[in-house]
């Protein structure tokens, strides 16, 4: 799917048509976060759908988002009630190569990208030392394994088979402070270590990402767990709101991811 907002939600309807049509599960390709927030907005209100997000594992970024229509399909219900992500079409790819060649990211998606697949049929990269994991649908899984052999210039031996067990650790930068409240110019100030001022010009001019979500408004009210991010400065999330100061300021605790 697309990053046009206008997109994803034709292309999320479309999916619910395609299940009730065929009384089964119907698959978009990977989304990322902010997609795959546009396409929830939809679905969180519909009752006569199933729906899941999946991306391989727990803190996955790109999923693929998985859709069944109970309107017709009743028997559906129960076939998937515990295991609606089973049968997503995706496939666990790991790359073999030698400890001391310093892969990254950036190589792996880059030969990826020049075998010609789109980016949505690529989900997570991740890299650890002498091993990589990504998750591929499973048309470009074959492709990628009858194709590649080295990523740059690094030989790599690929197996389709086994599972996923990288221990992915998110890594974080602590900013703590105070605030007057919680409006978005206030805790932009905090976390980007602007003046308010700033942070209010920053917020009318280019926006702030608040939960993928786009935001012009300085008064906007933030929440404990708000995902914000700003283009330039990175992406934070509200971790705690733990007090009020003798002056009334709101204590708070912000991450900013590594």
Known sequence: MESDKSIIPARTEDL??????????AYSMFLDEKQCA?????LISRSDIKYAFWGGYDDAQRKILCIYSLSGCDYLDELYSEGLTEEIPMKCLTFIYRKSDV?????????????RLKRETVGDIVVSEGKTQIFVTNTASKLICSTVGKIGRTGVKIYDDMPFDIVKKQEFQDICGT???MRADSVLSLALRISREKSAQLIRNTGVQINFTPVFSVS????????FSVKGYGKFIIDEISGISKKGRLHIAVKKYK
Do not use: N, W
């Open 179 to 181: 605030v007057a409240s």
């Open 16 to 25: 619910i048509r395609q299940s009730a049509k065929i009384c089964s599960p």
């Open 103 to 115: 892969l990254t990211h950036r190589d792996f998606l880059g030969s990826l990208m020049a075998l």
């Open 220 to 227: 906007y009210e933030m929440k404990c767990k708000d995902v």
């Open 38 to 42: 546009e396409a929830e907005k939809i």
